[in-house]
Nanobody
Framework: QEQLVESGGGLVQPGGSLRLSCVYSGFTLKYYGIGWVRQAPGKEREGVSC??????????YYGDSVKGRFTISRDNAKRTVYLEMNNLQPEDTGVYYC????????????????WGQGTSVTVSS
């Protein structure tokens, strides 16, 4: 059964850093693009980043609002995708979801097939 489980959220001050983790399981997801989507309170979901599947060149994509601050990586042996978030700002606050689709469709994509439960990130002083 395909499953994605996020961890690593929390409260951080502006300018701080956090690293989110997404452990994926199930035969299919090893070949899928794994991405991060966030949703701020009262706003629509926003694509953050995506990394292509294990049998690809591992192409990476970012949404415009996080380029230069966030870094996505994939450890195929651990079946884990990480999102390193630096220089966090209050507008980065929200629930961050790990999601999977047959292939990445850009950093801003949100129409994934599989979703985790989400982990909350709050950036506040």
């Amino acid at each position: 059964q395909e499953q994605l489980v996020e961890s690593g959220g929390g409260l951080v001050q502006p300018g701080g850093s956090l690293r989110l983790s997404c452990v994926y399981s199930g035969f299919t997801l090893k070949y899928y693009g794994i991405g991060w989507v966030r949703q701020a309170p009262g706003k629509e979901r926003e694509g953050v980043s995506c990394v292509d599947g294990e049998d690809t060149d591992g192409a990476i994509y970012y949404g415009d609002s996080v380029k230069g601050r966030f870094t996505i990586s994939r450890d195929n042996a651990k079946r884990t995708v990480y999102l390193e978030m630096n220089n966090l700002q209050p507008e980065d606050t929200g629930v961050y979801y790990c999601a999977a689709d047959p292939a990445c469709v850009g950093g801003a994509y949100v129409q994934y097939d599989y979703w985790g439960q989400g982990t909350s990130v709050t950036v506040s002083s």
